[in-house]
């Protein structure tokens, strides 16, 4: 018999959610953990609302080291941690909890690292991007909040565009208030456009990253794809969209000779910080990372 890989003194880490059965992060943070010989498990835990502070009490009870935390407990986790990251204030949002050996649960939001260490993976030199031009997000939901906030704090100008305008502004003063009171440093430019916007991607925009479902399958408008015609040749096109992998809106991008890049690597990025914190390793996205978890996609 080969040596076990779970014994008494296993870490132990989840994901809590209502469901959770969709969840990639099981499948995800356990191939790591076989993958990289470490003691530790990694499981769902399916928790109503209502169940959601004994949950973690019970957790941190049990000598869990931390947990992820998916919908509809992202609120519930700001409450309950003890510390919450600046940037995850800025960001609206906590995803990942570690209750520390000192009783305190610390929270942080690593969406916005996930986003931008996807980028740098694909070799893109983010502080370049950013002295070409701004930076347009399309939509103005939770992942939009998240992704500005990563990329306010790499000192990018943002601007929102989304189909119900109101929203686009209420995220720009959201962000704006959020910076002002959690983040250090001076406010970069924030901004909206029209969702209609007759020019297209705007030229002096060098990135453009769509946190809408549309051109995702099954959503809304499965072959929506913006007007890229006028947008500038050093532009890189984003999609946090992950199924399919090639939404319209990166095949249009690679049609007109721009980076584009998926949403898949932003999905696995943001799941390393948790695995550093709860297995005391260095999880690494790569090729055999994209592989395995495509095939259960
Ligand atoms: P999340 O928190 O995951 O980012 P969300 O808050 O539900 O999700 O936001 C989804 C985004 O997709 C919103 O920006 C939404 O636009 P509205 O605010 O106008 O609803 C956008 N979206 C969804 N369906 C759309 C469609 N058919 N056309 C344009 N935008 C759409």
């Known amino acids: 018999m080969s040596t076990p890989r779970i014994t008494g003194k296993a870490r132990l880490a989840g994901v809590l959610g209502h469901p959770v059965a969709h969840s990639l992060s099981p499948v995800l943070h356990n191939y790591w953990l076989e993958r990289l010989g470490v003691d530790g498990a990694y499981v769902p835990l399916p928790v109503a609302p209502d169940q959601f502070v004994t949950a973690v009490r019970g957790l941190q009870a049990a000598g869990f080291r931390g947990a ?9 986790a700001f409450a309950i941690a003890d510390e919450v990251a600046p940037m ?25 690292f996930g986003f931008l260490a996807s980028l ?23 992942a939009a909040r998240s992704i500005a906030a990563a990329l306010m704090e790499r000192g990018f100008s943002v601007i929102v565009t989304n189909r119900t305008a109101t929203r686009a502004r209420e995220l720009v003063e959201t962000l704006s208030q959020a910076w002002r009171d959690h983040a250090a440093g001076a ?3 924030l901004s909206t456009l029209p969702w209609d916007h007759p020019a297209g991607v705007p030229a002096d925009v060098s990135l453009l990253v769509n946190t809408t479902s549309l051109g995702m399958a099954g ?6 794809a913006p007007d890229l015609t006028g947008a500038a040749d050093h532009l890189i096109v984003a999609d946090i969209v992950y199924v399919p992998c090639e939404t319209p809106l990166l095949e249009a991008a690679a049609t007109r000779g ?3 890049i998926g949403g898949l690597g932003m999905l696995l990025h943001q799941a390393r910080p948790g695995f550093r914190a709860w297995f005391g390793a260095e999880a690494e996205v790569d090729a055999a990372t994209v592989a395995y978890v495509s095939a259960v996609l």
């Open 258 to 260: 721009l980076t584009a």
């Open 68 to 76: 992820n935390v998916t919908i509809p407990h992202k609120e519930a």
């Open 120 to 142: 740098e993976a694909e070799g893109i030199d983010i502080g370049a991007v950013r002295d070409r031009g701004a930076a347009l997000l399309l939509g103005a939901g939770g």
């Open 187 to 189: 406010m970069p430019a």
């Open 219 to 224: 959503g809304p408008d499965a072959s929506w």
């Open 88 to 112: 995850a204030r800025v960001a609206g949002s906590v995803n990942t909890l570690v209750f520390g050996e000192d009783g305190r649960i610390r929270g942080s939001s690593t969406d916005g």
